[in-house]
């Protein structure tokens, strides 16, 4: 059974950093995509960034302020945010995802982890 787990959210004044973590039980994340997604309220869920064993990719509005890396050894995600604004505010989830001859074979999402903002 795969279980992604995320921690690490909480209130933050702008400006202000935090560190999510994703840790994975069932999967190998050096096997797969993983990236961090957010849903704001009312708003669609969108990606914020991924890493491969191709390298990373970030959302341009996170780009410069947001930093994903993994730790095999301990099989875990991180996203380091820092220059937090009002608008990161959302649910920040972690997904897994294996791809295949451009198609996608399976993945798995964590419960969410919130991340609120404050000006």
């Known amino acids: 059974q795969v279980q992604l787990v995320e921690s690490g959210g909480g209130l933050v004044q702008a400006g202000g950093s935090l560190r999510l973590s994703c840790a994975a039980s069932g999967i190998i994340f050096s096997n797969n995509d993983v990236g961090w997604y957010r849903q704001a309220p009312g708003k669609q869920r969108e990606l914020v960034a991924t890493?491969?064993?191709?390298?990373?990719k970030y959302a341009d509005s996170v780009k410069g302020r947001f930093t994903i890396s993994r730790e095999n050894a301990e099989n875990t995600v991180y996203l380091q945010m820092n220059s937090l604004q009002p608008e990161d505010t959302a649910v920040y989830y972690c997904?897994?995802?294996?791809?295949?001859?451009?198609?996608?074979?399976?993945?798995?999402w964590g419960q969410g982890t919130q991340v609120t903002v404050s000006s």
């Open positions: 997904n897994a995802r294996r791809l295949y001859r451009g198609g996608l074979m399976y993945e798995y």
């Open positions: 890493i491969a064993n191709g390298g990373t």
